[in-house]
T-cell receptor
Framework: DGGITQSPKYLFRKEGQNVTLSCEQN?????MYWYRQDPGQGLRLIYY???????QKGDIAEGYSVSREKKESFPLTVTSAQKNPTAFYLC???????????????FGDGTRLSIL | GDSVTQMEGPVTLSEEAFLTINCTYT??????LFWYVQYPGEGLQLLLK???ADDKGSNKGFEATYRKETTSFHLEKGSVQVSDSAVYFC????????????????WGLGTSLAVNP
């Protein structure tokens, strides 16, 4: 079955440490997204990418970095510059429509990051 | 900018009760509207969508009608089950903002539903 795989499900970070969250999709989607979810809040967009080797900042990109070396993969690195990294991180993908489309997004099961 | 407002939870119902979760929006143009569901410990799943005024989205017994005159997209189900316990998110596609070529999704804060047997 096609889908999005995020790993690990739980991740712990020490102060001053960078950590990388994995996101892999086999849906053949061009567009991929990273969101952050905090308790009682909606989803906030961190980064998105619509093509290999290209990505753009979302609303809360500070303290995060991404890469898109393969169409299937869009890893997110939470750097030590992110002062409040404890959250649930969701990766999503969608088909891309030129000219602007109203495309639903498909989500992975998320990674919960906690600070030790 | 565009925004989505959902009723605050948690909503607690008994099995077989009628469910309504209110969602209203402000938007420029004609956004598409979505309901997503998040089961405990999981990501979000698309539940239903509507792309133009008066469209009704439906799936798994859930329905929502795109009401432009009241800028609403309320989620309803006639008889809830324990397995419907989850957090429900209303979202719209922002017609003025993009995440790449696709419209950016604007999210509500989510409404938690607990169904008791």
């Amino acid at each position: 079955d096609g889908g999005i795989t995020q790993s690990p499900k739980y991740l712990f970070r020490k102060e001053g440490q960078n950590v990388t969250l994995s996101c892999e999709q086999n849906l053949n989607h061009d567009a991929m997204y990273w969101y952050r979810q905090d308790p009682g809040q909606g989803l906030r967009l961190i980064y998105y990418s619509q093509i290999v080797n290209d990505f753009q900042k979302g609303d809360i990109a500070e303290g995060y970095s991404v890469s898109r070396e393969k169409k299937e993969s869009f890893p997110l690195t939470v750097t030590s510059a992110q002062k409040n990294p404890t959250a649930f991180y969701l990766c999503a993908s969608s088909i891309m429509v030129r000219g602007g489309g109203n495309q639903p997004q498909h989500f992975g099961d998320g990674t919960r990051l906690s600070i030790l | 900018g565009d925004s989505v407002t959902q009723m605050e939870g948690p909503v607690t119902l008994s099995e077989e009760a009628f469910l309504t979760i209110n969602c209203t929006y402000t938007a420029t143009g004609y956004p598409s509207l979505f309901w997503y569901v998040q089961y405990p410990g999981e990501g979000l799943q698309l539940l239903l969508k509507a792309t133009k005024a008066d469209d009704k989205g439906s799936n798994k017994g859930f329905e929502a009608t795109y009401r432009k005159e009241t800028t609403s997209f309320h989620l309803e189900k006639g008889s809830v089950q324990v397995s419907d316990s989850a957090v429900y998110f209303c979202a719209l596609s922002d017609q003025t903002a993009r995440a790449g070529n696709n419209r950016k999704l604007i999210w509500g804060l989510g409404t938690s539903l607990a169904v008791n047997p």
